[in-house]
Antibody, heavy 119, light 110 residues
């Protein structure tokens, strides 16, 4: 079955970077679109960006542009999200999600990765 | 990109219906038939309920239905059940390959 397994929680100092992975299984990863979505504690879902694993093309939310890099390794069936210049407001759960249907950023989601930014 | 506006909370008794609104602009909700709805239980990942305004993925009960009028989309949950108590989020395509989520609605089953 389709599944996305994300890497474990991270604790980072302000100013550091974090890289979260999302390993896919159960479908052809080499031609799909993976989105990344953030959820701060008790807050709403926030779209960060996506990558098309076939073309390598990416699109980022203006809010995160310049600080986020989304990449993928089709040989490892894994997508990555790296966020730099971390600040306390970046604390939250980061989800990856597969897009199959047009205009729908997530028909199948990873379990989420908690990133805590604290000195 | 501003978040889509949803009511913070909604409630209903078992068996009743509840409708959640999702208001955007002509640049997102009103401009495309790409509105989706997600259900999120505490501590869990979101689950897709509705895509392309009204379509249901396989396995989602037909108690969940979606619609849109102008810049406002709606999710109706009919025949409320205890397990429907969760947070609900809408999402819309916002042009230029970007997306936006709603502010979220907490549904309580009384």
């Amino acid at each position: 079955q389709v599944q996305h397994v994300q890497s474990g929680g991270e604790v980072k100092n302000p100013g550091a970077s974090v890289k979260v992975s999302c390993k896919a299984s159960g479908y052809t990863f080499s031609d799909t679109t993976i989105h990344w979505v953030r959820q701060a504690p008790g807050q709403r879902l926030e779209w960060m960006g996506w990558i098309n694993t076939g073309s390598g093309g990416t699109k980022y939310s203006q809010k995160f542009q310049g600080r986020v890099t989304i990449s993928s390794d089709t040989s490892a069936n894994t997508a990555y999200m790296e966020l730099s210049g971390l600040r306390s407001e970046d604390t939250g759960v980061y989800y990856c999600a597969r897009q199959v249907v047009s205009g729908t950023p997530g028909d199948n989601w990873g379990q989420g990765t908690l990133v805590t930014v604290s000195s | 990109q501003s978040a889509l506006t949803q009511p913070p909370s909604a409630s209903g008794s078992p068996g009743q219906s509840v409708t959640i609104s999702c208001t955007g602009t002509s640049s997102d909700v009103g401009g495309y038939n790409y509105v989706s709805w997600y259900q999120q239980h505490p501590g869990k990942a979101p689950k897709l309920l509705i895509y392309e305004v009204y379509k249901r993925p396989s396995g989602v009960p037909d108690r969940f239905s979606g619609s849109k009028s102008g810049n406002t989309a709606s999710l109706t949950v009919s025949g409320l059940q205890a397990e429907d108590e969760a947070d609900y989020y809408c999402s819309s395509y916002a042009g230029s390959n970007s997306y936006v989520f709603g502010t979220g609605t907490e549904v309580t089953v009384l």
